[in-house]
């Protein structure tokens, strides 16, 4: 196996999606000119657990139809992102490597979600556009590409895998912004040499893979007889739906089970507003009730209804759905997933990172409810569960990359008067025309209100429930 891809983020995602797919394309057609270059970005761990074992790992399937344990052999390399960037750049640059592909979550694009370009103010994009070994991923990539055009190393495809919609084109947008924001000797030849040899294909991607605790190591080892300290576990369904868009090659993908398809944005739109808007909705109210995990949230009826109606009198009319995508079953199957209880996806980890996802799973609904001149109530709620969130976890609880930023927009008194108000004037989510919308602040207060109230019942005559149920 010769290597083709550069992955950035090789976190449990990328190990139970990705690879999986490019391991099963190498197979099926017999070319196996892209193994995969993992980089880990900021945490060295999952190199230091894949180095020794040659990059082989275990997906553990777990539900209904669960496969046996798997090992996938895709990884022909690991680097420490953090501790060799030098490395990366030069295996992006290097003649072989024909794809980058990225899952570095949302906030890895340091981005300004209202403009949606680079954030120049970022004190690491700042550190690495002043011309250290890049840290950052987009860093990384600019100056990989930089050499690829000094050296005549061909044009290379980087392919974004993250839950951001347009990520393909985003992605091309940061790369641009980071290059444009280089001395000008250095940006006007790579700007030039960008159009010919770098394309940015969108995807969706789609498989729930929870964080690997001990546990599961455990049970590995129990049934495989050796320790995989790599080891992923993942629900039995997967997607990746891609724009056919490549600069120099690529897997058959397609005969792993990949779509390739002319409509990602509305792949990606449905796929954001519907499973990923339930999925924090689910998270956040899973919280403030005290439920560990996504399937223990979903089974509360409560919750599991708060979350059906806002997809179907919400999310579903106000996207476009991509040909050929029955919106009603995508929701029940969305539903049907979380409720998988062998799966234990924490409430705490989906609800990780919120600042980075309320305004790409949410906020579109609410805008096109109200344009549409009805109320979002549902949507809302979702919304003001991410508040309360928020709001009473400890500082150093909160977990996700604006917790000091939130904080300082937090008042001391905590309550819904208060809290609504300022959270609305958090402009990294809020743009202004929504946090002065009226029914908006409306919506958000009488459900703050109940959830601080009632909350921590999901049912009863005085829960949360018994609102959702008269809502
Ligand atoms: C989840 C996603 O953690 C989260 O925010 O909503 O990681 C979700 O599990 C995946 O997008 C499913 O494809």
């Given amino acids: 196996m010769q290597p083709g891809i550069v992955h950035l983020g090789l976190g449990a995602f990328a190990r139970a999606h990705t690879a999986v797919y490019t391991e099963d394309a190498m197979l099926a057609a017999g070319d196996f000119e892209w193994g995969i270059v993992g980089v880990t970005q900021r945490s060295d761990t999952v190199a230091r657990q894949l180095a020794p074992q040659d990059g082989l790992f275990t997906v553990v399937e777990r539900g209904e139809a669960a ?29 072989a490597t024909r794809i980058v592909t990225l899952t570095i979550t949302e906030k890895g694009y340091r ?122 576990v993942a629900e039995t369904f997967k997607q990746w739906v891609i724009e056919d868009n490549f600069a120099a090659g690529r897997p058959r993908w397609e005969d792993a089970g990949a779509v390739f398809s002319s409509d990602v944005a509305n792949w990606e739109a449905a796929k954001l507003r519907l499973l990923n808007a339930s999925h924090s909705m689910l998270a956040y109210l899973g919280l403030a009730a005290g439920k560990e995990t996504i399937s223990d949230a979903v089974a509360a009826d409560s919750f599991r209804s708060a979350c ?22 995508y929701c ?9 209880p062998a799966l234990g996806h924490t409430t705490a980890k989906v609800g990780s990172d919120g600042s980075q996802k309320i305004g790409l799973r949410l906020l579109p609904t609410i805008r096109g409810i109200f344009d549409a001149g009805r109320a979002p109530a549902w949507a809302a709620l979702a ?36 809290v609504v108000p300022a959270l609305l004037g958090f402009r990294p989510i809020f743009e202004q025309d929504l946090a002065e919308h009226g029914g908006f602040r409306k919506l958000l207060l009488d459900w703050y209100r109940i959830i601080e109230t009632n909350g921590t019942i999901d ?13």
Avoid: Y
């Avoid at 049912?459 to 809502?471: A, R, V």
């Fill in 308 to 329: 059906r109606r806002m997809l179907l009198q919400e999310a579903l009319p106000s996207i476009t759905l991509p040909a050929g995508l029955d919106g009603e079953q």
């Fill in 332 to 340: 029940d199957e969305v539903l049907r997933r979380f409720a998988n």
């Fill in 383 to 418: 919304v003001a569960a991410w508040m309360h969130h928020v709001a009473t976890t400890p500082e150093a609880d909160l977990d996700d990359p604006l917790t000091a930023e939130l904080n300082a927009t937090l008042p001391a008194r905590r309550d819904a008067d208060t």
């Fill in 111 to 232: 981005f300004d979600p209202q403009t949606r370009t680079l954030d120049l103010k970022d004190p690491e994009i700042q550190a690495d556009l002043a011309g250290r070994a890049p840290h950052t991923a987009i860093g990384q990539i600019v100056r990989g590409l930089q050499q690829r055009s000094l050296t005549g190393a061909g044009p290379v495809t980087v392919v974004s895998c993250d839950n951001l919609p347009g990520n393909g084109e985003l992605t091309g947008t940061l790369v641009r912004n980071f290059a444009g924001a280089l001395p000008a000797p250095e940006s006007e030849p790579l700007l030039a040499w960008l159009p010919g040899n770098a394309t940015f294909p969108s995807t969706m991607v789609d498989r729930m893979v929870p964080a690997t605790t001990p546990g599961d190591l455990d049970g590995v080892e129990h049934e495989l007889g050796l320790r995989d300290e790599a080891a992923v």
């Fill in 67 to 95: 496969g046996p344990l798997r090992v996938v052999s895709s990884i022909v390399d690991v680097i420490s992102g953090r501790d060799n960037p030098d490395l990366v750049v030069e295996r992006i640059a290097a003649p």
């Fill in 459 to 471: 049912n009863g005559p005085d829960g949360l429930g018994n609102e959702i149920n008269h809502g």
